[in-house]
């Protein structure tokens, strides 16, 4: 057994191809149409929102004689009369690692624009559990210690099991060594560490970085949301620097006046 703390890695995001944009720009005679968007993600975003009215640039569409010149102010705007259908293009690609079972639980419960890929359980054995553990039991010694000989005994079973069906042997069978981790799985803690990829696209992460940093929410899910916070206003300013951040029981919680576009 080992103490974990979670922990948020940003390790993709969309990447505008820029002949393609060009050819595109071209074929609809505004060639000359520039972002100055810090990232692509915010530039697609900006493209995809131009494409609907036609507006990069003022007469492109005769109906469309001022354009909103900056991709900060022209997001902004999107934020503001929430069409956020367009934030819907880029897409931005976590990994969460060392959270619990209790955390990707609760993150699958979104379902919309999002992509998961979760650590397989019946595949990796559980020879070393890794633990996190909230407030509440970090702050009381005698939950400390009936959790820590929980977690202990939990771990010595699962290694009990895997001597118990020779999981070890040369002999055993890659089919076998699933059929029988996966059943030991099953008296497994909840609370222990494990990895999960997670792409979404930004208006998904509006949404879920408002209800999972809020007071009501876990507080492992607070945890990770307020790194993902941290990291999306900093990178993605013209997508998320709208949002309001503040500490509530020593967490950040994000707010938008913009909420769910
Ligand atoms: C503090 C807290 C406590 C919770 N407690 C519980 C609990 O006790 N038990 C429990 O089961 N869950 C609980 N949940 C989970 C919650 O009910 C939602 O399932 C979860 O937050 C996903 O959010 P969402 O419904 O907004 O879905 P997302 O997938 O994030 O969807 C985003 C938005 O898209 C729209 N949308 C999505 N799917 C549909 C659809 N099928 N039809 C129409 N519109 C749709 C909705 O507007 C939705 O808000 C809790 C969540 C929080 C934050």
Redesign the pocket.
């Known amino acids: 057994m080992h103490k974990v703390e979670p922990k948020v890695f940003l390790i993709g995001e969309t990447r505008i191809v820029e002949d393609g944009l060009r050819g595109f720009l071209n074929h609809i005679g505004a060639p000359e149409w520039q972002s100055d968007a810090p990232t692509d993600v915010e530039k697609v975003a900006e493209f995809y929102s131009r494409l609907c009215y036609k507006s990069y640039k003022p007469g492109l569409n005769p109906n469309v004689k001022k354009i909103r010149e900056h991709n900060a102010e022209h997001l902004g705007n999107i934020l503001k009369v929430k069409h956020g259908s367009v934030l819907e293009h880029p897409v931005i690609n976590f990994v969460f690692a060392d959270v619990s079972r209790v955390f990707t639980h ?1 993150l699958v ?4 624009g999002v992509a998961i890929s979760q650590e397989s359980l019946r595949y990796v054995r559980l020879d070393d559990l890794g633990q996190w553990l909230p407030t509440v039991i970090r702050e009381d010694e005698e939950a400390m210690t009936i959790f820590g000989r929980t977690f202990e005994e939990l771990e010595r079973l699962q290694k009990e099991l895997a001597v118990h069906f020779r999981l070890d042997d040369s002999q055993a069978n890659f089919t076998r060594k699933k059929i029988v981790t996966s059943a030991m799985r099953r008296i497994a803690p909840i609370g222990l560490a494990t990895n999960i990829g997670w792409s979404a696209n930004p208006r ?1 992460l509006r ?2 970085l408002e ?2 940093t ?1 007071p ?3 507080e492992e899910i607070r945890l990770v949301f307020g790194e993902v916070g941290k990291i999306v206003v900093n990178r993605y300013p013209n997508l998320f620097g709208d949002m309001v951040v503040e500490i509530i029981d020593g967490l950040p919680s994000y707010k938008s006046p913009n909420s ?1 576009v």
């Open positions: 609760e419960r979104h379902r919309v998904t949404w879920v209800m999972r809020a009501e929410a876990e769910k």
